[in-house]
């Protein structure tokens, strides 16, 4: 039992030598990665350290850049404000000058209107005036042959009054022959009597004279104790009835028969005879 009991004692010193040994090696190594982890931590903070510095540093620098471009727009916007307003200013200059333009040439136009309107009255003022004294001229002219016109119209009136006062209408001529009764005839071998029937106006007096003219020439008058005169009153006119009783035998041709009264010849007519 004893020789056993000393037997085990060394083989447990030596286990425990061994895993002591095996514990310092796990201890060691497990120190030495632990330094190698902290010295390889420390050396990436220091990146990162160096890292956010350089960070920090460019973001700083645009930061700086930033609100250097801030002010410069900040800048450039007021500039940009100032010659807003002065281009502003000067779109409002140019819309009154142009609206001073635009009134200066209407009026430039208008004038030149008024001046062709001044011209062309001018013109139609001489025109006129010309006009007047040609008018002058031709009233003179109308005055003239009005005054001829008066003169002749109480000429033709005269002569109107005259032929409507001494008016003979209702011409009747006929030549008759005696057989047991009067019967009309053209011969003139067989013509014993020839009568004239005509109307005047009813304030013709009875003064009414008579001539026959034959053939050959020979004028036979109302005084001639070969015609007879009668006169009867109508409504509206007076009837005359001259009858011319030949001595003789009637001449071949033409007789002319003209009726007169106070010298004015008052009607014409004829007969012929075979």
Known sequence: MSVSSNKTVPAILITLIVILAITSGLLLKANYTKKTNL?????????LLSEKLTIEAELDKTKAAVVDLQTKQADKEAELAEIQGKLYERERRIKVL???NTELLKSRIEAAELRKAKADLEKEQADLKLSYKASEKEIETYKSTIGAMEAQKTIL???LEKALTYNTDNFLINATKWLKKEKLTTRAVRAKKLTVTF??????TDKVSFKLVSPSGNIVSSDDNSITLISKDNLNSREIEFTYTPLGKMEKGIYKIEIQYKGNVIGNSR???R
């Open 39 to 47: 010295k390889s931590e420390l050396t990436r903070s220091e990146q």
């Open 98 to 100: 142009s609206g001073v």
């Open 157 to 159: 009136n005269a002569r």
């Open 199 to 204: 109307d005047i106006p009813t304030k013709l």
């Open 271 to 273: 007969i012929q005879f």
